[in-house]
């Protein structure tokens, strides 16, 4: 089915509805989980972060289904099967080749998780994965992402904004940027014992970037606990770049005043820049932009990419005015 307006998404017809809350708030509030609902204060980062792991409340599930509620951020395409959204993958720490991360990434531990945020905020410390993530106001958006390697997906996200996560620890005016780095642990993820990439992972984003309404901090897909080799517990979403923006298992976010390392940058910095619009009018220097394979349909399925991966409506305003082949 293809989009019958010319936006991107609409409004689904077919709404969802919400399967209600499956967390027991009282149970959350006794367990020490208080504030995340109520949005954190001023108190100590570490503590509030332990209060949540010390009582040992479930705060989200780690496998199963999730409670989201639909939004209008929906592409109408047809949404790519979920064996091969969960089977060809990208996830370097566990190997470079597609099937190597449904193989592998299982050995990763996702629970207890927890993420670092450092830098020029307000708020900074190591915070557990529940008091970072709202999971009783969870969405879904169903995004394309359309990878570097010149092929897309159409998949159904569950997540929160991130500009709602990003805005609880009080950036200061002086974080222009916002640094990404992939947890690390070279017993779990066997990719990180060569040296592929400069291990972490790390991504980055301008922080007008990060503070626009697409872009999305995902914990499930498919109405899912996310699956590790897409990036469990916890991965980015930034559907007008190319695919490797949209860091995986992220445990730390850092607020910075210049332009953060990225990986791919770092590795191949004439192959990819730091901002990574998807553009069909700057060809990768080994091959073209200009259309894609669509994933999971049939063989020779192509669509022609779109500028902005066809979100320009949400986004072309930020890149006003900038060389956007030179800035690429
Ligand atoms: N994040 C980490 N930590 N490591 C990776 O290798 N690959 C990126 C991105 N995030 C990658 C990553 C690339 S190249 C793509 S296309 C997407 O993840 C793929 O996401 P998917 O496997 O969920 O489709």
């Excluded at 509030?48 to 496998?63: E, H």
């Excluded at 996830?91 to 450092?118: C, H, M, N, Q, V």
């Excluded at 009080?170 to 780095?181: G, K």
């Amino acid at each position: 089915m293809f989009s019958r307006k010319h936006r991107p998404w609409q409004s689904r017809e077919a709404d969802i509805t919400p399967k209600g809350l499956y967390l027991d708030r009282r149970a959350i509030m006794a367990g020490g989980g208080a504030m995340a609902l109520a949005g954190l204060t001023g108190c100590d980062a570490q503590s509030n972060a332990l209060a949540g792991q010390q009582a040992g409340s479930r705060q989200r599930p780690v496998n199963g289904s999730l409670d989201f509620s639909p939004t209008d951020y929906s592409v109408m395409d047809d949404q790519t099967p979920f064996p091969a959204v969960t089977g060809y993958n990208n996830f370097y720490e566990f190997g470079i080749g597609k099937d190597d991360p449904a193989r592998y990434a299982s050995a990763l531990t996702t629970d207890p998780w927890s993420i670092d945020i450092e830098g020029l905020a307000g708020r900074t410390g190591r915070f557990a994965l529940e008091d970072v993530v709202d999971f009783t106001s969870l969405e879904e958006r169903i995004y394309r992402l359309r990878c570097v390697e010149a092929w897309s997906m159409v998949i159904p996200w569950i997540g929160v904004p991130l500009s709602t996560v990003l805005s609880a620890f009080q950036p200061s005016t002086d974080a222009r940027y916002v640094q990404f780095e992939t947890h690390l642990d070279r017993d779990e993820m066997r990719g990180t014992r060569f040296p592929v990439l400069d291990w972490p992972y790390v991504e980055g984003l301008r922080m007008d970037e990060a503070m626009n309404e697409l872009a999305f901090l995902a914990v499930g897909l498919y109405g899912e606990v996310l699956p590790n080799q897409n990036g469990a517990p916890v991965r980015l979403v930034v559907p007008w770049k190319y695919g490797y923006k949209s860091i995986k298992s992220i445990s730390r976010i850092r607020f910075v005043s210049e332009q953060p390392v990225t990986s791919w940058n770092r590795s191949a910095p004439r192959e990819y820049g730091f901002y990574s619009n998807v553009n069909p009018d700057r060809a990768h220097p080994r091959w073209s932009q200009r259309s894609e394979r669509v994933i999971g349909g049939n063989v020779f399925a192509r669509r022609d990419t779109e500028m902005f991966n066809g979100y320009g409506e949400q986004v072309a305003h930020m890149y006003a005015g900038m060389d956007l082949i030179e800035n690429h």
